[in-house]
């Protein structure tokens, strides 16, 4: 099973580190590859089956937040027959309203773990911020944190502070962002925990559509967030997991700098990857991938 680097679409107006966007018009068609990034790095190899996980699973979670949030997804590249798209295409494409985008990682934190984890024990903080003393890698926060970063094209992302996003986009704005941001993760963690995952932290993107603040690029997937197995929960070690976290373990474990060119993925962290990220679908959707 080989997995899709690039999109051979015509029309390519965006190259991500993921996703590959080509303009249809008035709307896009936005394809999530099997590229795989990690600390902000794009690995040279992929992962099969996980750009139509990532699509498949954002429309999940955008149909099931779409009352507390409008979003930009017209249609899965499954329903436009229209556009003559292959069957593996259809299955990883999503067709998107265009959006002005606004360049803020909204990421929201419910538990303390990644880089989190590694702030606080250095300096007893979060983002800056001071937090309860005693706690252990993989504590519930007492209420979720929002610790925005920028959202760099190259490079790594920086932290922001609230007052940075403030002076960016307006206070009415930055509040809407961390307000939305906060409702949409406490909905997604009460869906996730009945499905036996905890969703510990996640990413999400905004942008203005039709004069409303909408989410856009891709919502609650295993590339944006960490997922947890409920069973396998105890605070004070790394958790079991269904997401891309198992990658950035195995590249601390070379001893990886973090910095390009990133190492070739041996084909069982491939395959461990993979198993991961198909199960996340099926506990969250009650679905298989199609």
Known sequence: MQALMESPLPDLVYRGKVRDTHDLGDDFLMVATDRISAFDVVMPNGIPDKGAVLSQISAFWFAKTQHLVPNHLIDLGTARQDLGLSTDMQRRSMIVKKAER?????????????????????????????????LVEGDKFPEPLFTPTTKAEVGHDENMSYEEVVDMVGADTAAKLRDTAIEV????????????????????????????????DELLTPDSSRFWDVEGYAPGKSQPNFDKQFVRDYLDSVGWDHEPPAPALPDDIVAKTRVRYLEAFKRLTSSDLS
């Open 102 to 134: 606004i360049d803020v990682e909204c990421i929201v934190r419910g538990y303390i773990t990644g880089s989190a984890w590694s702030e606080y024990r250095k300096t007893g903080t979060v983002q800056d911020k001071p937090m309860q003393k005693g």
């Open 185 to 216: 993760f406490n909905f997604a963690h009460d869906v996730a925990i009945e499905c036996g995952i905890i969703l510990a932290d996640t990413k999400m993107e905004f942008g203005i559509i039709d004069g409303q603040l909408s989410l856009i």
